[in-house]
Structures are given as structure tokens and as C-alpha cells.
């Protein structure tokens, strides 16, 4: 069974830092590109990173590069989401996903194809910066 579990979300003050996490099982992540998207409730679901995992590239979307930092380690099956200079606008449920295809998991994130393609996904974790 394949899983993707979230966690690292919480209450964090505006210019605060907090790490999200994602385990993944069922499936060889080793070979797979892993993402962060995040959505605001009555908002479409938005890219935010993403990396591969055979190859270590990255890419971030204008609105958290510099601050953002995404990371993998394929002994841990973990993808990590180092988020700093947090600003209320980053307030959102931040999904982790997965899939085969780097090309179209950049895609994914920086909106030029549709998010539903990952081939797999999490529950999310809340992540709440007050100002």
C-alpha cells in the first residue's frame, strides 16, 4: 500500500521557521520526483517545490525561493520542506506528492499542467503563520 505521511505543521509566528516532513512507503521512491503543493480553503491547490530524488534537482516557485529549501533522503524514504522568513501568506495545508516524472512534476509545480497528475499524494499538514 502506498502512503505518504505529512507532519511537521503547526502555529508559527510571521518570520518564523518550521520543517515539514513527509514519509513515503509502497512505492520506490528512490526513483520517483516528490513535491510540495499547499492550498488555502476556496483556492486552487499551488506548487511549491519539488526535487528528484535519482538526480537531486530542485525547483521553487517565485514565492518561497530564497526562503524555502527542499530536501530528500532515500535511506529515510523522507522528503523534507525547510521553511523560513515564513509570512502569513504562506498559511495554507501543505501537501507532499509524488510521482515517476521529473519533467512533469516541474510542470506540475510551477502551474503550467495540472496538479492532479502526481500519482500519489498525502493528507496534508496545516501550516498557520500569524502576523
Known amino acids: 500500500e502506498v502512503q505518504l505521511v505529512e507532519s511537521g505543521g503547526g502555529l508559527v509566528q510571521a518570520g518564523g521557521s518550521l520543517r515539514l516532513s513527509c514519509v513515503a512507503s509502497?512505492?520506490?521512491?528512490?526513483?520517483?520526483?516528490m513535491a510540495w503543493f499547499r492550498q488555502v480553503p476556496g483556492k486552487e491547490r499551488e506548487g511549491v517545490a519539488c526535487?528528484?530524488?535519482?538526480?537531486?534537482?530542485?525547483y521553487y516557485v517565485d514565492s518561497v525561493n530564497g526562503r524555502f529549501t527542499i530536501s530528500s533522503d532515500n535511506a529515510k524514504k523522507t522528503v523534507y520542506l525547510q521553511m523560513n522568513s515564513l509570512k502569513p501568506d504562506d498559511t495554507a495545508v501543505y501537501y507532499c506528492?509524488?510521482?515517476?516524472?521529473?519533467?512533469?512534476?516541474?510542470?506540475?509545480?510551477?502551474?503550467?499542467?495540472?496538479?492532479?497528475?502526481?500519482?500519489?499524494w498525502g493528507k496534508g499538514t496545516l501550516v498557520t503563520v500569524s502576523s
Open positions: 509502497g512505492f520506490n521512491f528512490e526513483n520517483y520526483a
Open positions: 506528492a509524488a510521482d515517476p516524472e521529473w519533467s512533469a512534476t516541474r510542470h506540475r509545480v510551477g502551474g503550467l499542467i495540472n496538479y492532479y497528475g502526481m500519482d500519489y
Open positions: 526535487i528528484s530524488n535519482s538526480e537531486g534537482h530542485t
